[in-house]
């Protein structure tokens, strides 16, 4: 079983998290729309920085990320972007602060269902 989770942190913790549909490919439209959740995100859990615009995106150099539909959608809401240098592995934050932490603790578990997965994902994400 393979569960996609699509989460966004800052240094308080995850901001938005979402599991994707059984199934969904991460396209240029999908991320658009997880976009639009992440702003809904930052204005419930982050006001602060909501009202004073001063949050930053950093995402990798995906298709979908470097879209223009999704280029434009940030650059229409002013949302700033840190851009991710090609081959770049140290700007990566995920890959040591976030995807650690899951997999220490969920390594050589089974489930048997993937609701199982998605729940002690998301405890193990606070």
């Known amino acids: 079983m393979k569960v996609l989770l699509i989460a966004f942190f800052d240094w308080q913790g995850v901001v938005y998290h979402e599991f994707t549909p059984n199934g969904q490919t991460i396209n240029k439209e999908y991320y658009l729309d997880v976009l639009r959740r ?65 997999k220490m603790r969920l390594k050589g578990r089974r489930f048997q269902v993937i609701e199982e997965i998605k729940k002690e994902s998301l405890s193990n994400l606070k």
Do not use: M
């Open 38 to 102: 992440l702003r809904e995100a930052i204005r419930e859990k982050r006001p602060i920085l909501w009202r004073c615009n001063s949050w930053v995106l950093h995402h990798d150099n995906a298709p979908a990320h470097r879209s223009s539909l999704v280029s434009d959608f940030l650059e229409k809401h002013g949302t700033i972007t840190v851009p991710q240098l090609p081959y770049s592995s140290d700007l990566a934050p995920a890959d040591y602060f976030l995807f650690p932490k899951l």
